[in-house]
Nanobody, 122 residues
Framework: VQLQASGGGLVQAGDSLRLSCAASGLPFSSYSMGWFRQAPGKEREFVAA????????GYADSVKGRFTISRDNAKNTVYLQMNSLKPEDTAVYHCAGRAGGYKRSYSVYDYWGQGTLVTVSS
């Protein structure tokens, strides 16, 4: 199983980025997917998650209204559209997958990608 995250980079506050996570080796359309992030010196935190069908999504309060998670099951890819980025969004963003319904706890995810770094300057 591989989850390949991409799309990170250095941007200014207020800019947008779209992260992608391409999955292989798992029945993607049966897996809920999540995005988590970890800033230096901080614990990994939930960002957003989406059910296997894409019909249900959830967001951390800190990103609600600014970030949008989506998926394309035909392409085995999950996306995170990030708008109005803030310096506090700076972190390594990881995608993760789990069989069954989506959860906000990182400990219940089965597979993880390597992460992509997002740096937001003020």
């Amino acid at each position: 199983v591989q989850l390949q995250a991409s799309g990170g980079g250095l941007v200014q506050a207020g800019d947008s980025l779209r992260l992608s996570c391409a999955a292989s080796g798992l029945p993607f359309s049966s897996y809920s997917m999540g995005w988590f992030r970890q800033a230096p010196g901080k614990e990994r935190e939930f960002v957003a998650a989406i059910s296997w069908s894409g019909g249900t999504t959830g967001y951390a309060d800190s990103v609600k209204g600014r970030f949008t998670i989506s998926r394309d099951n035909a392409k085995n890819t999950v996306y995170l559209q990030m708008n109005s980025l803030k310096p506090e969004d700076t972190a390594v963003y990881h995608c993760a997958g789990r069989a069954g319904g989506y959860k906000r706890s990182y400990s219940v995810y089965d597979y993880w990608g390597q992460g992509t770094l997002v740096t937001v300057s003020s």
